[in-house]
């Protein structure tokens, strides 16, 4: 009878372990098809921008930073029209990737940019901007005014230092947004004074660190007074100010 007795706990226990083998499969099956279905939890699906965010939506938007290649497929995937320019410049000012977005709101032009920073200015523009002129104005953007993005310099213009992000358009300036009822937002005029374009700044600042990696305002110095600084630096990570 202890034989038995022996015997049958061995083979429960084999059981067990057969019945927690199958559960985990079962649950790796279930977890695979539920990653399928929402690509932004999968850090294995490619990035799609018309995806909710999701779990893995910024370790992939920080891959984009060091391969233009990938990034310029993400927009093609996204159905985000851009055009794709030959290199330019020399030495620190080596622009080897140049995206331009095409049908884009800025004024006085669309400049050609790194092709992480028009990801970047997309989102913000399509799930900030957009959304903050319906709910502060009923209204639409019209214009995104900006004040450059490529200049060959060093950080605020100084002969030595380290070269400003701007050296190879992987930032943008901007300095205010218009409109379609005719409606005009300036960081410069409108910063400091209370009332709905202030809130507008303010708040479009804050969620420009969820796509940027630098964001600078009238609050950070003097220089940022008339714009928000817009980057993707690889050196830092949420610098909001």
Known sequence: ?????????????ADRRV???LVLIGLALAGRVWLAE???????APLD????????????????????AQCRATLERSEIAFTALDPAGEGACRREDRTRLDGYP???????????TTVALYLWERDVLEPLARELFDSEIEQIEHLGAYSCRR????????????ATANAIDIAGIRL?????????RDWAVDGPKAEFLRRARDEACDSFATVLSPDYNAAHADHFHLDMSARWRGVCR
């Open 1 to 13: 009878m202890k034989i038995d007795i022996s015997r049958r706990i061995g083979r429960f226990r």
């Open 19 to 21: 019945v927690i083998l």
């Open 38 to 44: 929402h690509p932004e939890h999968s850090p294995w």
């Open 49 to 68: 921008l018309r995806d909710p965010v999701g779990w893995a939506t910024e370790t992939k938007m920080l891959a984009l930073r060091d391969d233009p």
């Open 106 to 116: 800025l004024s006085p032009s669309t400049p050609a940019m790194t092709c992480p």
């Open 155 to 166: 950080l605020y213009g100084r002969e030595e230092g380290p070269w400003s992000e701007h």
């Open 180 to 188: 379609s009822d005719g409606t005009q937002i300036s960081v410069l």
